[in-house]
């Protein structure tokens, strides 16, 4: 059979935003991928200017529905230190431990969605079953089911009873019972490893090269995580590991993510056990003196980056939001290769792809009034790369010294 | 002419068979979803779905073979209904046999997959295209598994009749225990045949979006779902005749009763084996059918051809 294209998206039933994929093959097997975004811009990092601070942190709470806790604590980190706030070690705390049970939710929603992407629906109703605990839970503590609002400049905005804590272990100790099961299902049941193993195969170093993040960096041996190289909040008081793998695949980045749930009931438990008692917020002031400010946080599915500007007034100049799934899409291609159509859908689901928190757009005004010109996609790639090496940065080195950085 | 008339359209023919089928189809969704811990449809939700299908709009693409489109879905559930008259149900005798009906039935039950690959290839879209040429590899995989599991059984009653064969079970019932192997073997082959999971590569939707049935719609797409239900029931009562051949010799009402549980316990154990299995690759079902299947069926063969040579000298 000759090669052909077949379109998976926009509108696909394996993906549930709007992106498209245009797969070539060669009968089943997939010869190359060629991706595109931008289907679901929505101007939030514009809007956000246009917003006092702490609108901004509830549109911000609303770039991904998933983890939305996220990126609202990751932009107000990037305020506070603008602002020069030290936010009381109690709200600290409970920004973790919701931190944390959003993590839970997340990987429990992303094992049933790739138990649907392979035909196993079964796993989906259960573990999507379970993940309602922690939904009930989540909306317990802070009144919501998802988008929490818990955060606000300066602390939070609920303080978490005694009652409510002790029903948190209570959950944890079920929870980790349930994952312990689905460990089992990922460890013995067949068609399951059949399905997942060698399947997205990425090297370590292509992972490294390509600036994956999160659970599909560490399952494929990257010891990354931002929790414990650049600690925030109260990661610093509790003890955890690095859950990474080495299967560089599909089964790979699932035992990760199930290991990491283990990891997160026992850092919910110690952060129980050590939350300090005190106040949940401090004053903050309307006005944000000028100033910038980087926030890096480690979401479910990878490092999310904020960058904030401040200019003294209740606004923001500029606000930059890089969620994980930009950094993890530059491997899907890589991971795709020699695959089969078959096990399309699972590796895009692998990386947990969130496209709609991924768009935004690059729009340059020219306020000089030059003269417009359309240049050609290889012409402007000939063009940067000149212009690089005028300024001593050669790419084409680049990669060559990467690479030999990497095996010394 | 007026009794065979009733015979082919009500009992137990269309009629009787629309209204098993859906019965089966939601005794299969019910009992997926409760060993998935939901709730489940209620019981008229097939016949439902049913009529909400049959007074929708349909759609035949243009770039369609629009005769090939209309026609197969009609083939597909002329074939079952007829496959059904040949099978013995609650006594040794079905309504029409003739010495090898058995081959029969089992042609009749691959012209379905037939149509399926037809109908797909002809809607000409991409997702249908890649569908169709999955149902059809697929076919290759199941369908010698499947024919030499039933030829067995019959190697051993030493006819080509289910008729007859029903008979001669029923005169030494403690001889179906030695088609054990066979009746694994088709259960696997009847799954793939009606394209579930875990063989359901044909429909994967999260792959290829309908797979054969993607640019179906309205009436047709009904009449392939009813097409599907029936087979699963006419792929159950063949099983049941061929391999649990009890309870035929009790009268009506008992054989009926007996049928009943037989098909039952049949539906039963194939929703079970989709709750509990993943899709499988295309290329990992072929390997399987013929690596595991195929000798497994070969070996009832084996068996089959030594035992008649013991049993019946």
Redesign the interface.
């Known amino acids: 059979m000759a090669n052909?294209k077949?379109?998976i998206g926009p509108q696909?039933?394996?993906l549930k935003e709007p992106e498209s994929f245009t797969i070539t093959l060669n009968g089943?097997t997939i010869i190359e991928m060629d991706m595109r975004l931008g289907y679901n811009h929505r101007g939030i990092e514009k809007a956000c200017e246009e917003r006092s601070y702490i609108q901004a942190m509830y549109l911000v709470e609303r770039v991904c529905g998933i983890c939305s806790h996220s990126h609202s604590t990751c932009f107000i980190q990037a305020v506070e230190e603008i602002a020069g706030l030290a936010i009381p070690a109690r709200a600290q705390y409970i920004r973790t431990i919701i931190a944390e049970l959003e993590r839970i939710h997340s990987h429990l929603l992303w094992l049933g969605v790739a138990?649907?992407?392979?035909?196993?629906?079964?796993?989906l109703?259960?573990s999507w079953?379970d993940r309602e605990v922690v939904m009930d839970t989540l909306a317990a503590l802070t009144g919501n089911r998802v988008n929490y609002g818990i955060n606000t400049i300066g602390g939070v905005r609920r303080d978490i009873s005694k009652e409510h804590l002790a029903g948190l272990l209570k959950t944890m100790d079920i929870l980790e019972e349930r994952t312990k099961y689905y460990i089992e299902v990922a460890s013995e049941?067949i068609?399951?490893i059949?399905?997942l193993s060698g399947v997205g195969f990425i090297s370590h170093e292509d992972t490294v090269m390509l600036g994956a993040v999160g659970p599909t960096a560490r399952a494929s041996g990257v010891d990354r995580d931002i929790r414990r190289d650049d600690p925030y909040l109260a990661y610093k008081d509790i003890e955890f590991q690095v859950i990474t793998d080495t299967h560089n695949d599909v089964y790979g980045r699932t035992l990760v993510r199930v290991g990491e749930l283990m990891q997160c009931y026992s850092m919910i438990r110690q952060l129980v056990a050590k939350i300090p008692e005190g106040p949940v917020t401090v004053k903050a002031p309307r006005k944000i003196p000028a100033g910038e400010a980087f926030s890096r946080y480690e979401a479910p599915r990878g490092e999310d980056v904020h960058y904030v500007k401040a200019n003294g007034t209740d606004k923001a100049e500029r606000v930059k939001i890089r969620a994980p799934t930009l950094a993890n899409l530059q491997s899907v291609a890589r991971m795709m290769e020699n695959n089969?159509?078959?096990?399309?859908?699972i590796i895009i689901a692998a990386i947990d792809p969130c496209f709609s928190c991924t768009d935004r757009m690059i729009r340059i005004n020219d306020t000089a009034g030059r003269r417009k010109e359309t240049i050609s996609w290889q012409a402007l790639r000939t063009h940067s790369l000149e212009w690089y090496r005028k300024q001593g940065v050669d790419f084409k080195d680049l990669n060559a010294k990467m690479r030999q950085r990497m095996k010394a | 002419m007026a009794w065979s008339l009733f015979n082919l359209l009500i009992f137990p023919g269309f009629l009787f068979l629309f209204v098993f089928g859906l019965a089966m189809e939601f005794v299969d969704r019910k009992l997926y979803a409760r060993?998935?811990?939901?709730i489940g449809p209620p019981w008229f939700q097939p016949f439902a779905d049913f009529v909400k299908l049959a007074a929708k709009e349909d759609i035949i693409p243009e770039e369609a073979d629009s005769v090939m489109f209309r026609l197969m879905p009609a083939f597909a559930l002329a074939s079952v209904v007829t496959a059904f008259f040949y099978i013995p149900l609650w006594s040794t005798q079905s309504l029409f046999s003739f010495n090898g009906d058995l081959i029969v039935v089992i042609y009749l039950l691959t012209i379905p997959t037939l149509t399926f690959f037809l109908a797909g290839w002809h809607s000409t879209s991409?997702?249908s295209m890649?569908g169709a040429t999955r149902t059809l590899t697929q076919l290759f995989a199941y369908e010698v598994p499947l024919f030499m599991a039933i030829l067995a059984p019959a190697l051993l009653a030493g006819t080509w009749s289910l008729s007859e064969m029903t008979v001669f079970y029923d005169q030494h019932p403690a001889y179906a225990a030695f088609n054990i192997i066979g009746l694994i073997v088709s259960l696997i082959a009847l799954q793939g045949k009606l394209e579930r999971?875990?063989f359901?590569?044909p429909e994967?939707?999260?792959?290829?979006?309908g797979g054969t049935f993607t640019e179906y719609s309205g009436r047709f797409l009904a009449m392939f779902r009813i097409a599907i239900d029936i087979e699963a029931v006419v792929g159950a009562s063949l099983i049941a005749a061929v391999f649990l051949p009890f309870g035929l010799g009790l009268g009506a009402a008992w054989g009926f009763v007996f049928y009943l549980v037989k098909v039952l316990a049949v539906i039963a154990l194939l929703a079970l084996l989709r709750?509990?299995?993943?899709?499988?690759?295309?290329?990992?079902m072929v390997i399987f059918c013929w690596r595991i299947v195929a000798p497994a069926a070969l070996f009832q063969l084996l068996i089959n051809l030594i035992l008649s040579g013991v049993l019946r000298p």
């Open positions: 052909f077949i379109p696909h039933p394996a089943e138990g649907h992407e392979i035909g196993f629906d079964t796993l109703m259960y079953r049941e068609t399951l059949q399905r089969r159509l078959a096990d399309v859908p | 060993l998935q811990n939901r991409l997702f890649i999971v875990p359901d590569i994967a939707e999260t792959e290829i979006v709750t509990v299995l993943a899709r499988l690759r295309i290329e990992q």
